[in-house]
């Protein structure tokens, strides 16, 4: 399970069932959007030593310096993460008092069921969320507007970042059923009954 977006501080998925976690620490971890690494998380002897086999063999290891940085990152995750998520909820609220906002999505908003996995299985939904305009706004404007937020692709770091998946991260994803299932923005596209000026935004909070 890819739990990048929840870190191992929020959720622990082997504790829930999970075989392994694979994190992307380029965001979260590290923090400050400046090295690039990942890491998986195994509870199976056998499955760590084939993994140890090819780090090994292949030298997949980090450099001192991003090792470095890294562990300098983690020391504040927690720090970071909670003051995150306490701005993900004001930009939450505030987003759906705005007329020009059809939805707004992040881990729990679909039921109260929903909600109470979440609240049972993490502490908290992380900072990570997306939301779809109304057909009527013009998204160039919209994303000219900004202020504290830019149009960019990454998270976890201290910048507060904006993205528009269906021509940006998910560009070349194929416009059918693949995205409905990726969760692609096309989805909202077609429930908002405008495929070429509605979609949904990614944004991506700073501590
Ligand atoms: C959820 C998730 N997993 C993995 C990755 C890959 O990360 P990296 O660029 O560190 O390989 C990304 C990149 O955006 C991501 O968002």
């Excluded at 380029?26 to 056998?46: E, P, Q, R, W």
């Excluded at 003051?83 to 020009?100: D, F, Y």
């Excluded at 998910?170 to 070429?196: D, I, L, M, Q």
Aim: proline share 5%; aromatic share 10%; charged share 15%.
């Amino acid at each position: 399970m890819d739990n990048t977006f929840m870190t191992g501080y929020l959720q622990k998925p082997l504790t829930l069932g999970a075989d392994a976690t694979v994190y992307s620490a380029t965001k979260f971890y590290g923090g400050h959007a400046d090295l690039n690494a990942g890491s998986i998380t195994l509870n199976d002897t056998d499955l760590y030593n084939e993994f140890f086999f090819y780090q090994n063999t292949l030298g997949a290891t980090l450099s001192p310096f991003d090792s470095y940085t890294l562990l300098r990152g983690i020391r504040t995750l927690a720090i970071r993460l909670d003051r995150q998520q306490e701005n993900v909820a004001a930009v939450i609220a505030a987003l759906k008092r705005h007329p020009a906002i059809d939805q707004v999505l992040y881990p729990g908003w679909y039921s109260p069921a929903e909600a109470a996995i979440q609240k049972k299985q993490a502490r908290g939904f992380g900072a990570v969320i997306s939301f779809s305009v109304k057909p009527s706004v013009d998204l160039g404007v919209f994303f000219e507007k900004l202020q504290l937020i830019d149009l960019a692709v990454s998270l976890g770091g201290v910048e507060s970042l904006v993205c528009r998946p269906t021509t940006m991260t998910h560009a070349p994803t194929p416009r059918t059923s693949c995205r409905r299932s990726a969760s692609v923005t096309t989805w909202f596209a077609s429930r908002s009954g405008s495929r070429t000026r509605t979609t949904s935004s990614m944004i991506f909070l700073r501590p």
